[in-house]
């Protein structure tokens, strides 16, 4: 199992830019969610995903839009980038959305700067 | 609202134990959870407590007091791969997490 990817691994955008953050996971997972984390900071909950059609925001969801179409992959849309938006994202997943498994996998992040 | 309080900054040394408090306050809690980060890295699942008590996963414990609001993860004979910020995290309804500022343990020789 590859466990859950992100691409690309860096990104610099101009402001106004949008572009497409990409998650996948391949452990069959029904919960996704979407964090940020900016330096000495804990990771902050942006949008995550109960299941495939799924989504609902979290504690930042300003400016980022989220889908869910399929139970693999969980995009992350930055709709006009913003300089506040630097930061890295972090996708992560986990089995259940409801009893079971607690642990939720963390992809490699994303590390994206706006000028 | 919801907040989680952390400290922000642990030091020890080598083969020591250190206990790293989480105090929270939040709405519909289901449970802590305690993440390890190391510098550049992805968080890394270490332990989740439910229930009141203590919870023992190697070297690795982690405690919760619901009517205190108040867990702990207490780290025993500490190595030098141990250094590394810690988060705890709550987790609320549709497994939400939602995550402290982090510790950052540095472990000396």
């Known amino acids: 199992n590859a466990g859950v990817t992100q691409t690309p691994k860096f990104q610099v955008l101009k402001t106004g830019q949008s572009m497409t953050l990409q998650c996948a996971q391949d452990?069959?997972?029904?919960?996704m969610s979407w964090y940020r984390q900016d330096p000495g900071m804990g990771l902050r909950l942006i949008h995550y995903s109960v299941g495939a059609g799924i989504t609902d925001q979290g504690e930042v969801p300003n400016g980022y839009n989220v889908s869910r179409s399929t139970t693999e992959d969980f995009p992350l849309r930055l709709l006009s980038a913003a300089p506040s938006q630097t930061s890295v994202y972090f996708c992560?997943?986990?089995?259940?959305?409801?009893?079971?498994?607690?642990?939720?996998?963390f992809g490699p992040g994303t590390r994206l700067t706006v000028l | 609202g919801q907040s989680l309080e952390q400290p922000s900054e642990v030091t020890a040394v080598e083969g020591a134990i250190v206990q790293i408090n989480c105090t929270y306050q939040t709405s519909g809690f289901y449970g802590l959870s305690w993440y390890q980060q190391h510098d550049g890295g992805a968080p890394t699942f270490l332990s989740y407590n439910a229930l009141d008590g203590l919870e023992e996963t190697g070297r690795f414990s982690s405690f919760l007091s619901r009517s205190d609001s108040y867990g702990y993860l207490l780290l025993q004979e500490l190595q030098m791969k141990d250094s590394a910020s810690y988060f705890c995290a709550v987790r609320r309804k549709a497994d939400k997490l939602i995550f402290g500022t982090g510790t950052r343990l540095q472990v000396f020789p």
């Open positions: 992560a997943s986990s089995y259940s959305s409801s009893g079971g498994d607690r642990e939720q996998f």
């Open positions: 452990m069959n997972h029904e919960y």
